[in-house]
């Protein structure tokens, strides 16, 4: 299972344009290329999948056991190389081991096989590059290193000096991408827009890959993957928690994690997706309605207006289980007060209320055991997963729905609720957790 890892130091390095063009060069080349990324990220894989036509996965050391995580692997059968892309800076995760780690991309990339290929945003330095790159190189001996790719250079000279620092530590120089202000993916509070957001999205990847295929020698970078065997029996990917899944997917809702959904297609069940934003019902022979998270505090008012929509959802609730994440949770709720300080009925089955008009920055692993049943799951099972947004809890009335800690087992606030047949979470759901 050939493949390369790119990452970089820090976020905003320019790691995605690589990958996205990386991934793009490959696929225009012939090869199927099979994309992942490394930590807790429900955007990156929709645009890995624009650019390469194959459904991109997530590896997560802290959140995933070694049965998913081989699952998850496996997905690369019948690829000729696997792109992966990383998560913030190259050795970050969090300071308690989880699962099998502590969640960092250098950890997947050990785990996996996989040579790095680190991305140095060298605007303001020339030589002292190569010290930081060093460092990188040198911070895990047994860490497999493709080389590095030079961004942000801005003149035949910088790269020279440049080229000089990485001579002189002896590191590869993959490719050296000129400064350009014109290649950055628009972003929102949570990240990059979403890709079914983006307006020329297929143009702005084509743009990317040219320019990798100007800039880096795609030959040497090929040539340099390397990988571990695929398991021979990988186990399951996660079971459904119903048959007939009726599942929110318009711009309001769209955050759940690919390796879920695959395994819900896996194992027989049926994917039935509807759009709150176009006032559409969920499916009326539907056994769960499952909101997933996304920016529902960018529609509120339309979504309080969606007749249709809101009087199916509460007709399901009535006698069949509906369950939302984050984004999904808050539109199950009694209002949300949008930026601006308006209030906006929401569904009104359970009593949430919460607010964006004083934004509170919540990011973190969580791990869960619940207090009552959840779809697929009973209680006192064990579930991890990753809480990501930005709104204040000003009501939560309803019984908690589980014990909920963040990754250094610290009781958070934000444990979920349920109320009859309804409830929900702020964290997106990864997996539940593994037993020796």
């Known amino acids: 299972m050939k493949g390369?890892?790119?990452?970089?130091?820090?976020?905003?390095?320019?790691?995605?344009?690589?990958?996205?063009?990386?991934?793009?060069?490959?696929?225009?080349?012939?090869?199927?290329?099979?994309?992942?990324?490394?930590?807790?990220?429900?955007?990156?894989?929709?645009?890995?999948?624009?650019?390469?036509?194959?459904?991109?996965?997530?590896?997560?050391?802290?959140?995933?056991?070694?049965?998913?995580?081989?699952?998850?692997s496996a997905r690369a059968k019948g690829a000729d190389i696997c792109v992966a892309e990383g998560s913030m800076g190259l050795f970050d995760g969090v300071a308690t081991r989880g699962q099998q780690g502590f969640g960092s991309s250098a950890?997947?990339?050990?785990?996996?096989?996989?040579?790095?290929?680190?991305?140095?945003?060298?605007?303001?330095?020339a030589q002292s590059a190569a010290a930081t790159a060093l460092g990188f190189r040198s911070f895990l001996p047994d860490l497999p290193f493709a080389g590095v790719i030079l961004n942000r250079v801005a003149s035949p000279r910088h790269e020279r000096l440049t080229r000089l620092g990485m001579e002189r530590a002896g590191l590869p120089v993959l490719g050296v991408l000129p400064r350009r202000g014109d290649l950055t993916l628009p972003e929102r509070h949570l990240g990059l827009i979403q890709a079914v957001e983006h307006p020329d999205l297929d143009e702005a990847i084509a743009d990317y890959a040219t320019f990798l295929r100007d800039h880096v020698?795609?030959?040497?970078?090929?040539?340099?993957?390397?990988?571990?065997?695929?398991?021979?029996?990988?186990?399951?990917?996660?079971?459904?928690?119903?048959?007939?899944?009726?599942?929110?997917?318009?711009?309001?809702?769209?955050?759940?994690?690919?390796?879920?959904?695959?395994?819900?297609?896996?194992?027989?069940?049926?994917?039935?997706?509807?759009?709150?934003?176009?006032?559409?019902?969920?499916?009326?022979?539907?056994?769960?309605?499952?909101?997933?998270?996304g920016y529902p505090e960018l529609h509120a008012g339309q979504l309080a207006a969606a007749e249709t929509f809101r009087a199916g959802v509460r007709r399901h609730a009535e006698t069949r289980p509906v369950h939302g994440e984050c984004g999904g949770y808050m539109a199950l709720g009694e209002a949300?007060?949008?930026?601006?300080?308006?209030?906006?009925?929401?569904?009104?089955?359970?009593?949430?209320?919460?607010?964006?008009?004083?934004?509170?920055?919540?990011?973190?692993?969580?791990?869960?055991v619940l207090q009552a049943p959840l779809p697929g799951f009973s209680v006192d099972t064990a579930l991890r997963g990753h809480e990501f947004h930005y709104s204040t809890i000003l009501e939560q009335p309803d019984a908690p729905l589980a014990e909920v800690c963040d990754a250094d087992g610290n009781l958070v606030p934000e444990t979920g609720s349920h109320r009859g047949h309804a409830s929900g979470t702020f964290f997106h759901l990864i997996t539940q957790e593994e037993t020796a």
Request: charged letters at 15%; proline letters at 9%.
């Open 4 to 72: 390369l890892l790119i990452s970089a130091p820090s976020s905003g390095t320019g790691k995605t344009t690589v990958m996205l063009g990386l991934l793009r060069a490959l696929a225009d080349d012939g090869l199927a290329v099979q994309p992942f990324k490394s930590g807790p990220d429900y955007i990156d894989p929709a645009f890995h999948q624009a650019a390469c036509g194959r459904p991109s996965f997530n590896l997560d050391g802290w959140a995933m056991g070694p049965q998913l995580w081989q699952a998850i």
């Open 107 to 125: 950890e997947t990339a050990q785990a996996m096989g996989w040579p790095v290929v680190l991305v140095l945003d060298v605007g303001g330095q």
């Open 217 to 293: 020698d795609l030959d040497t970078l090929r040539a340099a993957a390397a990988g571990h065997a695929l398991p021979q029996t990988p186990s399951a990917l996660p079971k459904p928690p119903a048959q007939r899944i009726a599942i929110a997917r318009d711009a309001a809702f769209s955050f759940t994690y690919p390796h879920l959904l695959e395994g819900w297609h896996d194992a027989g069940a049926e994917i039935l997706p509807f759009s709150p934003l176009a006032d559409e019902a969920p499916a009326a022979d539907a056994d769960i309605v499952w909101l997933p998270g």
């Open 336 to 368: 949300l007060i949008d930026k601006s300080g308006t209030r906006h009925q929401m569904l009104g089955l359970l009593g949430l209320v919460t607010s964006y008009e004083k934004r509170k920055f919540h990011l973190g692993y969580r791990r869960a």
